[in-house]
């Protein structure tokens, strides 16, 4: 059960569901149907949030989290993970509520935890950041997939300071997140391109033409933050897909390489909406088994070399099924 200290952190600490809205934000978006589920996403993270922030115990999180949609509850245990991990970083709490967390019913959701580790890491110091990561027990895709708490970081920066990290387009200082500083960047500026599809709504056109106002050397991974939020969260019908596949030209593979990453998360939580069908056999003519096919060929094969982090080996191998003489090959 809920503590009055527990009561006053989420008092003190969680946003309201107003305040993480489209309109609250002041972002460019007419309501529809699709949007209103594109903002049922942070709704859905606060939800999370709240539960865990109050310091509920991994029990009774876990049954509120059952009570949310499937196609929404990964989101919400993004806020879980968010919340235990503020919980864990804070002065006499380390408790390992984030470990038991990750470890236990948030398995299938690995991906999306990670991510809210970097909301976590949002509303942190810096110092605070070394031990954040817990060391986790035959976890799948521990440690190679924690750069998506960079990427969540990236994330929420450019969704909750949107003027300063999207209209100045600020980049970020370096941290040495998994030893690799030169990294970071990279990893902060798909979680921007994931921000850039929900801050448009889910509208192709806009979304396209805010990656083109960033520098040149930053839009490659913008647009594999495009492309999983498409897929992943959805807000675009078959025709607005296409306008995104289309827009994205000369960087068609990162587009690709995010609608791959989303269909393994969606995949390894075993629940794929429709709109994630739509957008892999849209985006890339394939289908989610193929899709998950690529992922999983591309992540076994081979190792590290040491020039890159494995999850950049891994980035990159999916890339390469997408380029053009991947493609001839394969015709």
Not at 33 to 48: H, K, S, W
Not at 107 to 132: D, E, Q
Not at 230 to 249: M, P, Y
Request: aromatic share 12%; glycine share 10%; charged share 25%.
């Amino acid at each position: 059960m809920s503590t009055v200290i527990g009561v006053l952190r989420k008092r003190l600490l969680a946003p309201s569901l107003a305040s993480v809205g489209f309109a609250e934000r002041g972002f460019p978006v007419t309501h529809t149907d699709a949007t209103a589920r594109l903002e049922a996403v942070p709704q859905a993270v606060i939800c999370g949030f709240e539960w865990a922030i109050e310091g509920a115990s991994l029990w009774e999180v876990e049954r509120r989290l059952a009570l949310i949609e499937p196609e929404q509850r990964g989101f919400a245990y993004e806020g879980a993970t968010m919340g235990y991990t503020i919980l864990d970083a804070m002065p006499g709490g380390g408790r390992d509520r984030t470990r038991e967390l990750l470890e236990g019913p948030a398995r299938p959701y690995i991906f999306l935890t990670y991510i809210g580790i970097g909301f976590a890491m949002a509303r942190l110091p810096r110092p605070l950041w070394k031990n954040i990561l817990p060391e986790l027990t035959d976890v799948a895709y521990h440690p190679t997939m924690s750069w998506l708490a960079v990427d969540g970081y990236g994330f929420d920066r450019a969704y909750f300071d949107t003027e300063k990290w999207v209209g100045e387009q600020a980049e970020p200082v370096p941290y040495p997140w998994a030893g690799r500083p030169e990294y970071f960047a990279r990893a902060f500026d798909q979680g921007v391109g994931r921000a850039l599809w929900f801050i448009h709504g889910g509208n192709p056109t806009a979304a396209a033409a805010a990656v083109g106002r960033f520098a040149e050397h930053r839009r490659a991974d913008l647009w594999s933050g495009v492309g999983l939020a498409s897929t992943f969260a959805g807000g675009a019908d078959q025709r607005g897909l296409g306008i995104l596949r289309r827009a994205a030209g000369e960087y068609y593979d990162e587009l690709a390489l995010g609608v791959v990453f989303a269909v393994k998360a969606r995949t390894y939580a075993a629940y794929v909406p429709t709109h994630t069908h739509l957008a892999a056999e849209v985006l890339t003519g394939l289908s989610v088994q193929a899709l998950r096919e690529i992922s999983d060929r591309t992540e076994a094969a081979g190792g590290d070399d040491g020039s890159l982090p494995l999850y950049e080996v891994w980035r990159e191998r999916i890339r390469a099924e997408f380029r053009p003489e991947a493609r001839r090959a394969a015709s």
